[in-house]
């Protein structure tokens, strides 16, 4: 074998540099002691420009360091896990890689538009190994749960969280229709039961910690109606959709705060029967979890996929009304949440006891799913399937919210770090809607969620919004701002049992030309 001591180290580091993969680096380490010094030597350069190729930069991490990072990063996610309930050791130390590259990824530094190196090792993470394939596989409802595993409380366990967290972070690759990323969905008939579950029992977020469990069975339900061909339910018209309308991953660094999120949506969502949905919240984890129900709207084709269109006004006077009180009742979009304990949901209170505050400037995304939950009654379409809401005074939209007596600056301060929305789209006709972002802090260590509140009204000839057409709706931000996924209910049924409620999802489409959203004016 010919001598390499003749070649200069910096020949040397140009050599490594076309080696494609870190086995051929260590074989060409391993020649003779000149190739180990310039692969190991000058501040490991070579590991730090192999670093810089799979993995985005870190401030500070250099030197012997940053080649430990390396190497221990590439061989846990070359090796990757079975991913089960999130305990094994396995599970965690990957878990933790994963999240880390998650934290770091920063898609708005990276030149030329292109995706950050912490993404498309995510990516090829997700192509090669379980942490999606078995999405849902192995959970049930784990707030029911008293089961144990290997000593830990199945429903509070970190580890089982930060499993979840990470796999809702990552979910926009399960709704990809390539065929690499085609996963067989797993639990629908358990992940049916929890998007149309009890709200008190199943809140969407509980003060300010995000139901994990919850979100990851409604992402679970509407991957298996957007992306299962057998079931023939959305799956036809969401594969028609380009891929820039489809839902996609975060395109910048995530941090946490309320913030403007896109300005052009799709969404959809789902209902069930009264009746049928009685029997599906009389159900419980142990029942024969077989029998599916036919989801109502989902199976309408390209009619169920709907759009939205949100904006952000900067300042109160441009948006279309003051933020008004009945609102604000049924939301609780600015009440502060409780300081201590694990409080109810804020938007699903069966008190409206909520402080009256006056609204600030805000901007937020769509909430909203675009298309009515419930068939507004005046749709004789509707009138056989849908009884009419209780009746109630008509409101006018520029009745405002009127600020409390006992308005303090505690109050202030949570309303003003929150975000205002108005938005506006089509479901058979015109509809409307308006709604805040409150900034929530970070889920098993991943910044970026929000909770979205947002209520969607239609406006009558006279002016006013239909008080018997009101439609709430609560859901999560991911991190990244491209998906919401939540509840909607029927604000005027608040005192029936049971509420009548069930699933949507809104995705941002952004990057696609807006030619089918609607125009008409918000004033």
């Known amino acids: 074998m010919a001598n390499l001591d003749v070649l200069c180290i910096e020949l040397q580091h140009m050599i490594v540099g076309f080696l494609d993969s870190d086995q051929a680096i260590c074989n060409y380490r391993s020649i003779c002691r000149s190739t180990q010094a310039a692969v190991d030597e000058r501040g490991c350069y070579v590991w730090s420009d192999a670093f810089a190729r799979n993995f985005d930069r870190e401030p500070g991490l250099r030197g012997e360091k940053l ?3 390396y190497q221990t990063r590439r061989k846990r996610l070359r090796k990757g896990a079975n991913f089960r309930m999130g305990y094994g050791n396995r599970e965690q130390q990957i878990l933790y890689i994963l999240r880390d590259l998650i934290c770091n990824s920063n898609s708005a530094a990276t030149k030329d538009g292109e995706d950050s190196p912490n993404y498309r090792t995510l990516a090829r993470f997700v192509v090669n190994h379980d942490i999606l394939r078995q999405f849902c ?3 049930t409802h784990f707030f029911e749960t008293t089961n144990r595993f290997r000593g830990h409380n199945v429903a509070t366990s970190k580890p089982q969280a930060l499993l979840l967290a990470v796999q809702i972070t990552l979910s926009a690759f399960t709704f990809s229709l390539a065929p690499e990323m085609s996963f067989k969905t797993w639990s629908f008939g358990e992940s049916q039961r929890r998007a149309y579950g009890d709200i008190q029992r199943d809140q969407v977020v509980q003060g300010n910690v995000v139901n994990l469990s919850w979100v990851a069975h409604v992402i679970n339900f509407f991957k298996n109606h957007m992306c299962n061909p057998t079931d023939q339910t959305m799956f036809d018209a969401y594969s028609e959709l380009p891929t820039e309308e489809q839902p996609s991953g975060w395109t910048e660094k995530l941090k946490n705060g309320a913030g403007n999120l896109g300005t052009y949506w799709k969404g959809t969502y789902a209902y069930l029967e009264r009746n049928e949905m009685a029997d599906i919240r009389s159900s419980s984890v142990l029942d024969d979890q077989d029998e599916i129900y ?22 109160k006077s441009d948006f279309t009304f003051p933020w008004p009180r009945q609102f604000e009742q049924i939301l609780k979009s600015i009440t502060p949440p409780p300081s201590t304990g694990f409080p109810r949901t804020r938007a699903q209170h069966q008190r409206f006891d909520g402080p009256n505050s006056s609204p600030t ?28 809401p209780h009746a109630s005074r008509r409101n006018s939209p520029t009745s405002p919210t009127t600020p409390g007596a006992n308005s303090n600056s505690a109050i202030d301060t949570f309303i003003n770090s929150n975000v205002r929305f108005q938005g506006k789209g089509w479901d058979e006709e015109n509809f409307y809607s308006t709604g805040w972002l409150n900034a929530l802090p970070s889920q098993q ?8 509140t947002m209520m969607k009204y239609f406006i009558m000839e006279d002016g006013t919004f239909d008080n018997e057409a009101l439609w709430a709706y609560e859901g999560v931000v991911l991190p990244g701002g491209k998906i919401i996924v939540g509840r909607w209910w029927a604000p005027s049924e608040v005192d029936m049992a049971p509420l009548y409620s069930g ?6 489409v952004d990057k696609s030309e807006p030619a089918d959203q609607p125009e008409f004016n918000m004033h």
């Open 294 to 315: 036919t989801d109502k709207n989902i199976d309408g084709g390209a009619r169920a996929i709907q759009t939205l269109t949100l904006e952000f006004p900067e300042k």
């Open 361 to 388: 400037q805000l901007h937020t995304p769509p909430a909203t799913p675009s298309s009515r939950p419930y068939i507004d009654p005046r749709n004789p379409r509707a009138a056989s399937r849908t009884p009419s």
């Open 137 to 139: 596989k192995h959970q």
């Open 503 to 508: 699933p949507f999802i809104l995705w941002n």
């Open 445 to 452: 260590g991943i910044p970026g969620w929000q909770r979205m």
């Open 67 to 69: 080649k430990q990072m």
